[in-house]
């Protein structure tokens, strides 16, 4: 059972459109971080957030984290090929740090 | 500074045999946690390791088991395969929660 829900699950697009993932739960999160996978690699970790209401920019993406902290957002502004991947949202660590994670949103961006 | 290495990156089985998968991690870190990877289904918690002793598992059957090495090297064993096991398996390292950063992975294939 996955504890987080993302979606959309697939998501095609053309190069210079924006696009916006998200991630939700029926339950608080201490922290969440966001994963960027590419085929063949293991998951990257582009972002944490631990702050209700938090926003983070990272060059064209954007992270928020809701006010209640159950749920979380990436938008990209401006997509390029290079953003092509599967993008993961994963609860935690927690105190047996282990991440809890979701079932992920692949992004394709074509030229 | 070097990864986190796993090798092989692909193994190919036949059903009813034994896979052993191995991991690296970052020099310093001292947990080593394995997650399974299968189509469609997200990273799923399988075994967490720290200072040589197991900490934590997943809801895995015990076909499913490993050992960390003073090295704080791992081993991840799968014994009796089952063609649901197919998956990639992802290592990734740690110290204490901090610094969590992922191998590539095995590609596991059992026929």
């Known amino acids: 059972t996955q504890l987080l829900e993302q979606s959309p699950q697939f998501l095609s697009i053309q190069e210079g459109e924006n696009l916006t993932v998200y991630c939700n739960s029926s339950?608080?999160?201490?922290?969440l971080q966001w994963y960027r996978q590419e085929p063949g690699e293991g998951p990257v970790l582009l972002v944490t957030v631990v702050t209700g209401g938090e926003v983070k920019k990272l060059k064209r993406l954007t992270f928020q984290f809701g006010d209640a902290r159950k749920d979380s957002s990436l938008h990209i502004t401006a997509a390029q090929p290079g953003d092509t991947g599967l993008y993961l949202c994963?609860?935690?660590?927690?105190?047996?740090?282990?991440?809890?994670f979701g079932a992920g949103t692949t992004v394709t961006v074509r030229a | 500074e070097a990864g986190v290495t796993q090798s092989p990156t692909h193994l190919i089985k036949t059903r009813g045999q034994q896979a052993t998968l191995r991991c690296s991690p970052i020099s310093g870190h001292t947990s080593v946690y394995w997650y399974q990877q299968a189509l469609g289904l997200g990273l799923q918690f399988l075994l967490w390791?720290?200072?040589?002793?197991?900490?934590n598992r997943g809801n895995f059957p015990p076909r499913f088991s490993g050992r960390q090495f003073p090295n704080y090297s791992s081993e991840l064993n799968v014994n009796a395969l089952e063609l649901e096991d197919s998956a990639l398996y992802l290592c990734a390292s740690s110290f204490q929660g901090f610094g969590y950063t992922f191998g590539s992975g095995t590609r596991l294939t059992v026929v």
């Open positions: 339950s608080v999160f201490s922290s």
């Open positions: 994963a609860k935690g660590p927690a105190n047996d740090y282990k991440l809890s």
């Open positions: 390791y720290d200072e040589g002793e197991e900490r």
